[in-house]
């Protein structure tokens, strides 16, 4: 989920739709009531009004390896404060990018993005401090987990000794040059809960929250070897996608369940890339053009999980502009309104605030109010309870002020997060 996806699934496509639909929208995003004078719902008091705060490769924090750790807490404090003024009110900290942990694990190795050395301590405790600064601010703080990724190479060698991955080579899959554990074993389905849920038993966590990474993007003329775990596992399925997809529902209803039963309270969250499937493929499906689709690349039955309400919420990424022909932004929020209609789900929206005012981005995002437009466009589904936005240093950054601007126009006042 360090969105260097932004461009994941969708395939270049010419713009005819957006002129029309930016000036259809222009005056709805006038004004912070502008979606309730067009006839959306009132704003709310409680919202989401998220961040992702990402650690991988140092996407956003800390801002490089090895910093002391009184220069790693100033700089979470930072980011923490920014978003406090900015009248955010959660954030959500990577804090297992990597099969390691920003925590003193008993599982797993200190995170090599601390010292840059994986498993050596930081000298102190990054995600106890981060709970509790956030909730010293007034804010939530939900813990996110990449399930399944052991590393950003494919070198088992390169892993600190203790690594798990190590002491089960079988475990681990080498794919696109990168490491992966199995999601088809279901000794790996067990340790990697075991891991995740360990920090839910140390602190206070007001979220736990899964990225998109579930079985790896397809990487072309490559193939993800589990032969060995299909065949010992396989047997009762129509083919291997069926499959893999029960595999993963299996993480998703366990972890729901093992959360409730640790901390209750805490929420389980999920924050899928935007698209199921296109309607081309299943009548159900979006009216996209979409490359990749959850459902049949990363064998994520998404909207099943929002159906059958094994998820407390769904942030799916949104991360293209209104009237993008491949992939429209005003389609897909009210295909996802409709898919949590009814539902005991809740529906936030995955803003792409990366993409603003960035090299290589279409026109749309180049317009500083191209976002305030989508917030004002996803009010008039009552289904959507609010926002997250990619990612912290974006949101220090302000890049174009897109966020000022949906400050500004959407954020006027305070609001406490969903519950």
Not at 119 to 133: H, I, N, Q
Not at 273 to 293: K, L, Y
């Given at each position: 989920?360090?969105?260097?996806?932004?461009?994941?699934?969708?395939?270049?496509?010419?713009l005819?739709?957006?002129?029309?639909?930016?000036a259809?929208?222009?005056?709805?995003?006038?004004?912070?009531?502008?979606?309730?004078?067009?006839?959306?719902?009132?704003?709310?008091?409680?919202?989401?009004?998220?961040?992702?705060?990402?650690?991988?490769?140092?996407?956003?924090?800390?801002?490089?390896?090895?910093?002391?750790?009184?220069?790693?807490?100033?700089?979470?404090?930072?980011?923490?404060?920014?978003?406090?003024?900015?009248?955010?009110?959660?954030?959500?900290?990577?804090?297992?990018?990597?099969?390691?942990?920003?925590?003193?694990?008993?599982?797993?190795?200190?995170?090599?993005?601390?010292?840059?050395t994986q498993?050596?301590?930081?000298?102190?405790?990054?995600?106890?401090?981060?709970?509790?600064?956030a909730?010293?601010?007034?804010?939530?703080l939900?813990?996110?987990?990449?399930?399944?990724?052991?590393?950003?190479?494919?070198?088992?060698?390169?892993?600190?000794?203790?690594?798990?991955?190590?002491?089960?080579?079988?475990?681990?899959?080498?794919?696109?040059?990168?490491?992966?554990?199995?999601?088809?074993?279901?000794?790996?389905?067990?340790?990697?809960?075991?891991?995740?849920?360990?920090?839910?038993?140390?602190?206070p966590?007001?979220?736990?929250?899964?990225?998109?990474?579930?079985?790896?993007?397809?990487?072309?003329?490559?193939?993800?070897?589990?032969?060995?775990?299909?065949?010992?596992?396989?047997?009762?399925?129509?083919?291997?996608?069926?499959?893999?997809?029960?595999?993963?529902?299996?993480?998703?209803?366990?972890?729901?369940?093992?959360?409730k039963?640790?901390?209750?309270?805490?929420?389980?969250?999920?924050?899928?890339?935007?698209?199921?499937?296109?309607?081309?493929?299943?009548?159900?499906?979006?009216?996209?053009?979409?490359?990749?689709?959850?459902?049949?690349?990363?064998?994520?039955?998404?909207?099943?999980?929002?159906?059958g309400?094994?998820?407390?919420?769904?942030v799916?990424?949104?991360?293209?502009?209104?009237?993008?022909?491949?992939?429209?932004?005003?389609?897909?929020?009210?295909?996802?309104?409709?898919?949590?209609?009814?539902?005991?789900?809740?529906?936030?929206?995955?803003?792409?605030?990366?993409?603003?005012?960035?090299?290589?981005?279409?026109?749309?995002?180049?317009?500083?109010?191209?976002?305030?437009?989508?917030?004002?466009?996803?009010?008039?589904?009552?289904?959507?309870?609010?926002?997250?936005?990619?990612?912290?240093?974006?949101?220090?950054?302000?890049?174009?002020?897109?966020?000022?601007?949906?400050?500004?126009?959407?954020?006027?006042?305070?609001?406490?997060?969903?519950?």
């Open positions: 989920m360090e969105r260097i996806r932004s461009v994941w699934g969708v395939q270049m496509g010419h005819s739709r957006r002129a029309f639909a930016l259809a929208l222009s005056t709805l995003a006038a004004a912070p009531d502008a979606a309730a004078a067009a006839g959306g719902r009132p704003r709310a008091d409680a919202e989401m009004r998220g961040v992702w705060l990402a650690t991988v490769s140092n996407r956003d924090w800390p801002s490089k390896r090895g910093l002391s750790a009184a220069a790693q807490r100033k700089e979470l404090i930072a980011h923490l404060d920014k978003a406090h003024r900015d009248r955010l009110n959660t954030v959500i900290l990577q804090v297992r990018p990597t099969a390691d942990a920003l925590w003193p694990s008993p599982h797993e190795p200190w995170s090599e993005y601390l010292t840059g498993g050596r301590s930081p000298g102190w405790d990054p995600l106890g401090t981060a709970v509790k600064e909730h010293a601010r007034g804010l939530h939900h813990a996110w987990f990449n399930p399944y990724r052991i590393a950003t190479h494919g070198d088992p060698g390169r892993l600190a000794a203790s690594h798990p991955a190590r002491k089960h080579p079988d475990w681990a899959v080498r794919y696109g040059g990168k490491l992966y554990y199995n999601p088809g074993l279901p000794q790996v389905r067990a340790f990697v809960q075991r891991a995740m849920l360990d920090a839910v038993a140390r602190y966590l007001d979220g736990v929250h899964f990225d998109d990474y579930f079985y790896p993007y397809p990487v072309a003329g490559q193939t993800f070897d589990d032969d060995e775990a299909y065949d010992r596992y396989g047997g009762d399925f129509a083919d291997r996608a069926a499959w893999r997809r029960d595999n993963i529902d299996k993480l998703v209803k366990e972890t729901a369940a093992a959360v039963r640790v901390r209750p309270g805490t929420r389980f969250g999920i924050s899928p890339f935007g698209v199921w499937r296109n309607a081309s493929r299943d009548a159900r499906g979006s009216d996209t053009r979409a490359g990749v689709q959850t459902y049949d690349d990363l064998y994520a039955d998404t909207r099943a999980w929002v159906r309400h094994w998820i407390d919420y769904i799916p990424q949104l991360y293209w502009n209104i009237g993008y022909a491949t992939a429209d932004y005003a389609k897909l929020v009210e295909w996802w309104a409709a898919a949590a209609q009814g539902t005991r789900t809740q529906l936030y929206v995955g803003e792409a605030l990366y993409k603003a005012g960035a090299a290589g981005q279409p026109a749309a995002w180049h317009d500083p109010a191209e976002l305030s437009r989508h917030l004002t466009l996803a009010a008039r589904h009552p289904q959507v309870r609010g926002h997250v936005f990619f990612a912290a240093k974006d949101v220090a950054a302000d890049p174009v002020g897109a966020m000022s601007r949906v400050i500004a126009d959407h954020y006027g006042r305070s609001a406490k997060p969903p519950r």
